[in-house]
Nanobody, 125 residues
Framework: QVQLVESGGGLVQAGGSLRLSCAAS????????MGWFRQAPGKEREFVAA????????YYADSVKGRFTISRDNAKITVYLQMNSLKPEDTAVYYC??????????????????WGQGTQVTVSS
């Protein structure tokens, strides 16, 4: 079993920045991808960004490209999401997730096997 714990959410003004962290523990795998998703009230969960752990390949949703950066710390088995130039429409619960058995990024929620509990990000206008 894998445990994913997110942190770093909060309230920020439009134009501000936040950095989310997601620490993985428990069972380890040799190949996997990590992703960030978000879900706003009344909306479906949507893909934000992903990284292939072994390749370091990254992929972003168009809505966050150029503003958000996903990165990883191999030693800490932690994935980060640096969010800059935040907008009110970025307000959502942000989830990190792990897709095992792959060396490629994954963008569909159904491809992920483990999920964190989520962290709230609120951007005020």
């Amino acid at each position: 079993q894998v445990q994913l714990v997110e942190s770093g959410g909060g309230l920020v003004q439009a134009g501000g920045s936040l950095r989310l962290s997601c620490a993985a523990s428990g069972r380890t795998f040799s190949s996997y991808a990590m992703g960030w998703f978000r879900q706003a009230p009344g909306k479906e969960r949507e893909f934000v960004a992903a990284i292939s752990w072994s390749r370091g390949t990254t992929y972003y949703a168009d809505s966050v490209k150029g503003r958000f950066t996903i990165s990883r710390d191999n030693a800490k088995i932690t994935v980060y999401l640096q969010m800059n130039s935040l907008k009110p429409e970025d307000t959502a619960v942000y989830y990190c997730a792990q897709a095992i058995g792959t060396t490629y990024v994954r963008v569909r929620a159904r491809d992920y096997d483990y999920w964190g509990q989520g962290t709230q990000v609120t951007v005020s206008s």
